[in-house]
Nanobody, 126 residues
Framework: QVQLVESGGGLVQAGGSLRLSCAAS????????MGWFRQAPGKEREFVGA????????SYADSVKGRFTISRDNAKNTVYLQMNSLKPEDTAVYRC???????????????????WGQGTQVTVSS
């Protein structure tokens, strides 16, 4: 089992930037991929992006491609989500997740992930 704790959320104006962090403990961090999802009020959980176990592969939802970047530091057991050019529609609770199967790719469905953080609120004002 993996324990995940997100940080870095907050209130930002449209066009601004935020960097989210997700610290992991438990399973060997470098053995599994990681993902970010978000959920706005009244909406379903939405895939944002994912990164493979070694950082060699990334994937993004079309809605954030070119604006968001996922990275990881396996020495620090941490995955990051750099969010630039934020829009009001990016407002949501953002959660990181650890993949069930370290060798599986792509990983972009809720069912691909077995451990979830509590989430951090991101609010983008217009």
């Amino acid at each position: 089992q993996v324990q995940l704790v997100e940080s870095g959320g907050g209130l930002v104006q449209a066009g601004g930037s935020l960097r989210l962090s997700c610290a992991a403990s438990g399973r060997t961090f470098s053995s599994y991929g990681m993902g970010w999802f978000r959920q706005a009020p009244g909406k379903e959980r939405e895939f944002v992006g994912a990164i493979s176990w070694n950082g060699g592969r990334t994937s993004y939802a079309d809605s954030v491609k070119g604006r968001f970047t996922i990275s990881r530091d396996n020495a620090k057991n941490t995955v990051y989500l750099q969010m630039n050019s934020l829009k009001p529609e990016d407002t949501a609770v953002y959660r990181c997740a650890a993949a069930r199967d370290g060798s599986r790719w792509p990983i972009d469905r809720v069912g691909d992930f077995g451990s979830w953080g509590q989430g951090t609120q991101v609010t983008v004002s217009s």
